[in-house]
């Protein structure tokens, strides 16, 4: 396994920002689901403290299950970019 792999893959980390930036709100079950991926609450704790995206966390169920959003005010042309979602910038078309 190659380390830029280590925590997930970068598939997942692509959609995870392309469905935030779309204003979703996704769960562990969105991503397993759409990508096959477990490691969601790594991607979100990666993208809040490493590239510091205002992504809101709700809990809901009686399993307090942990579902994601992006914050409605940001400034999408402000965000930082992990590289395998650099093309979801404002360089990449979109604002």
Same mark, same amino acid.
């Given at each position: 396994?190659?380390?830029?792999?280590?925590?997930?893959?970068?598939?997942?980390?692509?959609?995870?920002?392309?469905?935030?930036?779309?204003?979703? $709100?996704?769960? #562990?079950?969105?991503?397993?689901? %759409?990508? =096959? !991926?477990?490691?969601?609450? /790594?991607?979100?704790?990666?993208? @809040? $403290?490493?590239? #510091?995206?205002?992504?809101?966390? %709700?809990? =809901? !169920?009686?399993?307090?299950? /942990?579902?994601?959003?992006?914050? @409605?005010?940001?400034?999408?042309?402000?965000?930082?970019?992990?590289?395998?979602?650099?093309?979801?910038?404002?360089?990449?078309?979109?604002?």
């Amino acid at each position: 396994m190659s380390s830029n792999q280590w925590y997930s893959g970068n598939t997942q980390v692509f959609w995870t920002c392309k469905a935030l930036l779309d204003g979703r $709100t996704i769960s #562990h079950k969105t991503e397993i689901r %759409e990508v =096959r !991926g477990w490691r969601l609450g /790594a991607i979100i704790h990666r993208l @809040k $403290t490493e590239y #510091h995206w205002p992504i809101l966390v %709700e809990y =809901r !169920g009686p399993e307090n299950i /942990a579902h994601y959003c992006l914050n @409605k005010d940001v400034e999408t042309a402000a965000l930082r970019f992990p590289p395998s979602a650099k093309s979801l910038g404002c360089e990449g078309g979109v604002a």
